[in-house]
């Protein structure tokens, strides 16, 4: 057994490689990509180190071209749930008595294996599966999950760090406990890291994970869960079962040993999961700990002193890349009336020269949205958009799902500051602008407060330093992650811990150390070296006794 206080490498953000023309990175994930495309793969769940075929199977598709078929997955039920929690139960002892440093190394390994033989494989799946440009999938399956796993052996480290004074006579010790029970972890579409850190931030505390990754991106879950395997962790740390949300969750919310859910997803599901935990509250062994990430109406807001350039800029990247689908993307504009006549013209000019297409081809900006639904919601939002008097369609304004889900980037104009493009989440390329009085910069930032239930980014833009404090007051609940003259998306692990409440979420910030707080149960020792003999008080001494 080694002994020592272990201090982790200091973690630094994993550079972001550019994938130029003529480079080796271009290359390699080029050839990778073709691969992945010449073959169907079968696709398992893994439950206790073992891979677990029904023959319910379910097809990965290419979002941009749905009639390719990347990958068949084998669909689990509610049997392969109960399966899948005992192979957790079962791992937890010895996975729990590892030494921190020892499960900190396992996953500092994966971050190595993605930062180099893993990377083209992580970034070909995501951009195949599920329609990310290169630059969207190198920040996101590389560079965001080799930091998070990176980060979060250093936030471990500090939360072991942090133990608590001992007065004389004393040593009092806190023993940083995994929670009880086993952690569900339901992951999204929308970001392979975030698919790689909600199983395996709970796991590198000592817990052990039952792993429910979206259906629309299965594909790329399966290599981060090859990743891991290869990287060290032990069969049964953390256990991938597929298949409808509606299938296998609810047997898994309300079994007694529930200790934790970490989620990413929609509003609607995380309010019916917490629905349900709370209908079985006096059921579990102990309180589950519920840490969700979901919607945002995220806001741009520009104040008269805006630079034209760059807001122009941080609506197009902000709003249209990644087609809209992040939890942050600009959804809404508050545009005072003394710019929007240039930055229309601007946005107008710029959006019709926008790339979109397949991924694989480096010279588009814009892929399809992941799915049929997705397709069909926002088909509809740009049909409102077109035909209602209220709205006004700048550019974009169609879509097409023939070969792909392609949805145009859509920028359009509200004269109701509460209508629905304004305050509804769309998860899509869609960008609602309201045009405000320039005099009525305060009234807007209170519009803009009041206007969403949600809670998650926000920018704000200006020259006027004054107005930038009054917005950031303004504002202060509004979003989780507040901008300053920089689009509302593209969070740094370690940079910008990410999240933010109302219906947003339990802003536990992923990213940050108080998300890894969530996973642990500190336990406070305190040792006495002499204890007392007597259960008498001086005061209770009569005249003249000493002791
Ligand atoms: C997300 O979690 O959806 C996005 C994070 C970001 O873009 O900042």
Not at 16 to 29: C, F, M, N, Q, T
Not at 116 to 145: F, H, W
Not at 191 to 219: C, Q
Request: with cysteine; aromatic share 8%; net charge neutral.
């Amino acid at each position: 057994m080694s002994c020592g206080h272990f201090k982790v490498p200091i973690p630094k953000n994993e550079p972001v490689k550019d994938y130029a023309p003529g480079s080796p990175e271009r290359s390699e994930l080029q050839e990778t990509i073709a691969r992945m495309r010449s073959a169907t793969r079968e696709i398992p769940m893994v439950i206790g180190g073992r891979e677990v075929r029904t023959g319910t199977l379910a097809d990965c598709r290419e979002p941009h071209d749905h009639a390719h078929v990347i990958g068949r997955f084998h669909q689990g039920s509610a049997a392969h749930v109960a399966d899948a929690i005992a192979a957790a139960q079962k791992a937890k002892p010895e996975w729990a008595a590892m030494p921190w440093e020892a499960r900190a190394a396992i996953f500092l390994r994966a971050a190595d294996l993605l930062a180099t033989r893993y990377r083209p494989i992580l970034n070909g799946a995501t951009i195949v599966g599920q329609s990310k440009n290169v630059m969207q999938a190198e920040i996101d399956s590389a560079c965001e999950l080799i930091d998070f796993l990176r980060y979060n052996v250093g936030y471990m480290s500090e939360i072991m760090r942090n133990q608590p004074e001992s007065g004389a006579g004393v040593w009092n010790r806190l023993d940083y406990r995994p929670l009880e029970g086993f952690v569900l972890a339901i992951t999204p579409f929308n970001f392979t890291a975030i698919a790689g850190n909600l199983p395996s931030a709970p796991a590198m505390l000592g817990n052990t994970v039952v792993w429910k990754p979206a259906s629309t991106a299965v594909y790329s879950a399966h290599f981060v869960m090859q990743l891991l395997m290869e990287a060290g962790l032990p069969d049964g740390v953390i256990n991938m079962v597929l298949g409808s949300g509606r299938e296998v969750g609810p047997s898994a919310l309300v079994h007694p040993d529930l200790a934790g859910v970490h989620f990413t997803g929609s509003t609607g599901v995380f309010r019916q999961m917490w629905r349900l935990l709370g209908d079985n509250i006096a059921d579990y062994r102990t309180y589950p700990r519920i840490v969700g990430e979901t919607g945002g109406k995220d806001f741009v807001f520009a104040h008269p002193s805006a630079d034209i350039d760059s807001l122009a800029t941080a609506l197009v990247r902000g709003a249209f890349e990644y087609q809209g689908q992040k939890c942050s993307a600009a959804s809404r504009a508050y545009i005072p009336d003394n710019l929007w006549p240039r930055l229309r013209e601007r946005l107008g000019d710029e959006i019709a020269t926008i790339p979109m297409g397949d991924p694989a081809d480096f010279g588009n900006l814009m892929g399809a949205v992941i799915d049929r639904a997705s397709f069909d919601k926002l088909a509809a939002a740009q049909r409102e958009a077109r035909e209602s008097a209220d709205y006004e369609v700048i550019a974009g304004g169609e879509s097409d799902p023939s070969k792909g889900y392609f949805v145009a980037p859509t920028l359009v104009k509200s004269a109701d500051p509460k209508s629905r493009l304004m305050s509804e989440e769309l998860f899509g390329p869609l960008l609602t602008v309201y045009v405000y009085p320039e005099r009525d910069f305060l009234k807007t930032l209170r519009l803009c407060d009041e206007t969403s239930p949600y809670g998650l980014t926000g920018a704000i833009f200006s020259r006027d330093r004054q107005a930038a404090v009054i917005a950031t007051e303004e504002l202060r609940h509004a979003a989780g992650n507040f901008y300053i003259n920089d689009k509302p998306t593209g969070a740094v692990v370690g940079q910008q811990p990410f999240g933010g409440g109302r219906a947003s979420g339990t802003n536990d910030k992923a990213g940050g150390i108080w998300n890894m707080l969530r996973w642990v149960s500190p336990r406070t020792i305190k040792e006495t070296f002499v204890p007392p003999t007597d259960y008498r008080y001086p005061h209770m001494w009569a005249q003249g006794e000493r002791r």
